[in-house]
């Protein structure tokens, strides 16, 4: 699996800039990126998920009474991960799975980003 599973460890892809090669010109070009999410859309995620401007990601808490339900919480997240080849930022501590979600090729929160949240909530409300 490629999934990612940390140790609570800052997200390697917090870049403000994309670096993107256009197809006439082949050059690599700075653009900025500016994601714009809704509040309307982002309120809908619930109080589990907040959008962090300044990374440029989306992230997830969730806590729980025992690790073994975390963990097998984690789990479920990453074999959604593996099978749609979007992977997020999984931190697992006893009590809290940290989830963060960012598209790295673009360095900020994509319409992949919210739809992996938005599958995420479907997942932790079968844990608890």
């Not at 619930?46 to 969730?62: A, C, I, M, N, P």
């Not at 025992?66 to 097998?72: G, I, N, S, V």
Request: with cysteine; charged share 20%; proline share 5%.
């Amino acid at each position: 699996m490629n999934s990612l599973i940390t140790s609570c460890v800052p997200h390697a892809c917090t870049l403000n800039m994309a670096k993107i090669i256009t197809a006439k010109t082949k050059k690599v070009v700075n653009k900025a990126i500016t994601p714009n999410i809704p509040q309307k859309r982002l309120r809908a995620l619930g109080s589990h998920w907040t959008h962090d401007k300044k990374r440029q990601v989306l992230v997830g808490e969730f806590f729980f009474t025992r690790y073994l339900d975390a963990f097998m919480f984690a789990t479920r997240v990453t074999v959604y991960a593996e099978v749609h080849k979007h992977y997020p930022e999984i931190c697992i501590t006893p009590k809290l799975v940290k989830i963060t979600l960012v598209t790295p090729l673009i360095g900020a929160v994509t319409e992949m980003d919210l739809a992996m949240a938005e599958r995420i909530n479907q997942i932790i409300s079968t844990v608890h």
